[in-house]
Each structure stands twice: as structure tokens, then as C-alpha cells.
């Protein structure tokens, strides 16, 4: 396992036509509202955690994502900062760490990464790092029989059996990332062999047609990656 991993979160202004679409078509990707990364050892000690908001004036928050995470133009006017400097700390920290990337749909957050590094002008060096998706293998945990994976709060129930709170806010969401993925490690749900055999569909950087995200066809990330995910 590496070094050092990263549990990465963000929450945004709403979701994107495709996930497909290359970083470099801005009209189909909503813009990073917040962004929540913690860096832990292998063993689960706690390196670093960082959360910070993201200020532009040309930032619109859709209402139905609103809705969803509470998050407005005001707030951000009044504890964000310009995207570039945030994007910075964040480089920087990959850099230095050169951490495996963890989310709960992994995919989502890396690439909603991946096009603030582009509106920042910085170099995308989130992609070649290695990432694991913890709703992947979890899929006894989902909870809905429409659901063929677990949205976040799901996982963590089933693992906790109890109620995760204040979600759809990046910094609980990727605290929360963690402790699930920590808790699979300890039942050896999740190891070495499952993480090394994960395949996800990160790199954007062209117009060329790529494979599926998380090994899941683009009707999958519609169905369970919009519904499950945000609603």
C-alpha cells in the first residue's frame, strides 16, 4: 500500500452532462464549491486535514444542488478563496505526499479536481496517481433494491450501524470516507489484492471516447452515480 493515502471529498455547483466530456469542455462541468482532502498513514493516523471553499464571480450554484448542500454564493463570498490558491494547496500536497487518492465515487471528486486544476491554469497531476473507489466493492451494503451500490451514508450504516450526519458537506463526507474505508481494512473486506485489481476511468485530458467510469457504463453513473449520489 502507499505511504500515504488521501481521502478526498468536494461538493459542487451541480452535476455534470457527462462524465465523459474531456476536463477542457467547461460547459458541461459544474464548478468546485468546496473541497475536503485528509491524509492518513496506512496504519490510520491522521497526517493533515484540510477544508476550504472556493470564491469566483463566475461561479453559479444551480438551486436543486443547493438544496442539496446548503451552500451559497454568500457564503462562499465570505469564506472562499480564489480558486488558484486553493488549487495550489492542494498540488502542493500531492506533491509532497504522492498519496493513493480515496472517495466514495472516487471518480466524481478526481475529476471535478481535475477541471479546477484546468480553470486554474495548473498542471493536472491528480490523474496518474493511483485511486480507489470505496463504492465499488461494497456493494452488500447497499440498502435500496434499486441501488446497486451504497451512497456513502449507506455504507457507513451498515458498517457503524448508525446514522451518518451533516452529509453533503465535504469535510464529514470525507471523514466519513475514511473511517469506512479504515473499518473494510480491519474486516479484510478491502486489501492489497482488491485495491490493486480496482480499475477507474480517470484520465480526461482528450475528446477521444474512453471506457466506462469504475468499470460502469455511462446509463450505470446516470442511474446510481446522479440518484445515489446526490439525492
Same mark, same amino acid.
Not at 30 to 35: A, D, G, W
Not at 90 to 117: N, T, W
Given at each position: 500500500?502507499?505511504?500515504?493515502?488521501?481521502?478526498?471529498?468536494?461538493?459542487?455547483?451541480?452535476?455534470?452532462?457527462?462524465?465523459?466530456?474531456?476536463?477542457?469542455?467547461?460547459?458541461?462541468?459544474?464548478?468546485?464549491?468546496?473541497?475536503?482532502?485528509?491524509?492518513?498513514?496506512?496504519?490510520?493516523?491522521?497526517?493533515?486535514?484540510?477544508?476550504?471553499?472556493?470564491?469566483? /464571480? &463566475?461561479?453559479?450554484?444551480?438551486?436543486?444542488?443547493?438544496?442539496?448542500?446548503?451552500?451559497?454564493?454568500?457564503? #462562499? *463570498?465570505? %469564506? !472562499?478563496?480564489?480558486?488558484?490558491?486553493?488549487?495550489?494547496?492542494?498540488?502542493?500536497?500531492?506533491?509532497?505526499?504522492?498519496?493513493?487518492?480515496?472517495?466514495?465515487?472516487?471518480?466524481?471528486?478526481?475529476?471535478?479536481?481535475?477541471?479546477?486544476?484546468?480553470?486554474?491554469?495548473?498542471?493536472?497531476?491528480?490523474?496518474?496517481?493511483?485511486?480507489?473507489?470505496?463504492?465499488?466493492?461494497?456493494?452488500?451494503?447497499?440498502?435500496?433494491?434499486?441501488?446497486?451500490?451504497?451512497?456513502?451514508?449507506?455504507?457507513?450504516?451498515?458498517?457503524?450501524?448508525?446514522?451518518? /450526519? &451533516?452529509?453533503?458537506?465535504?469535510?464529514?463526507?470525507?471523514?466519513?470516507?475514511?473511517?469506512?474505508?479504515?473499518? #473494510? *481494512?480491519? %474486516? !479484510?473486506?478491502?486489501?492489497?489484492?482488491?485495491?490493486?485489481?480496482?480499475?477507474?476511468?480517470?484520465?480526461?485530458?482528450?475528446?477521444?471516447?474512453?471506457?466506462?467510469?469504475?468499470?460502469?457504463?455511462?446509463?450505470?453513473?446516470?442511474?446510481?452515480?446522479?440518484?445515489?449520489?446526490?439525492?
Amino acid at each position: 500500500m502507499h505511504d500515504y493515502l488521501l481521502f478526498l471529498d468536494t461538493e459542487t455547483s451541480g452535476i455534470p452532462t457527462s462524465l465523459h466530456a474531456p476536463i477542457t469542455d467547461l460547459d458541461n462541468w459544474p464548478f468546485v464549491l468546496q473541497i475536503a482532502w485528509l491524509i492518513y498513514t496506512p496504519g490510520g493516523k491522521l497526517v493533515k486535514k484540510e477544508n476550504l471553499f472556493i470564491y469566483e /464571480e &463566475d461561479i453559479y450554484i444551480k438551486q436543486s444542488s443547493e438544496r442539496i448542500h446548503g451552500i451559497t454564493r454568500e457564503e #462562499l *463570498k465570505a %469564506k !472562499g478563496l480564489d480558486r488558484k490558491s486553493v488549487m495550489k494547496a492542494f498540488a502542493s500536497d500531492l506533491r509532497q505526499y504522492k498519496p493513493m487518492i480515496i472517495g466514495h465515487f472516487v471518480e466524481f471528486d478526481s475529476k471535478m479536481v481535475q477541471v479546477a486544476f484546468f480553470r486554474s491554469g495548473l498542471k493536472n497531476i491528480i490523474s496518474p496517481l493511483k485511486h480507489f473507489c470505496t463504492m465499488l466493492p461494497t456493494k452488500a451494503y447497499a440498502r435500496l433494491p434499486h441501488n446497486t451500490y451504497p451512497k456513502l451514508e449507506d455504507l457507513y450504516f451498515g458498517l457503524f450501524k448508525e446514522k451518518l /450526519e &451533516d452529509t453533503h458537506n465535504a469535510l464529514n463526507d470525507a471523514e466519513a470516507t475514511a473511517k469506512c474505508f479504515f473499518s #473494510l *481494512k480491519d %474486516k !479484510g473486506e478491502i486489501n492489497e489484492q482488491v485495491i490493486a485489481s480496482q480499475r477507474l476511468f480517470i484520465n480526461i485530458k482528450d475528446k477521444k471516447s474512453s471506457k466506462a467510469g469504475c468499470g460502469l457504463p455511462i446509463l450505470v453513473f446516470i442511474l446510481i452515480g446522479l440518484l445515489s449520489i446526490w439525492l
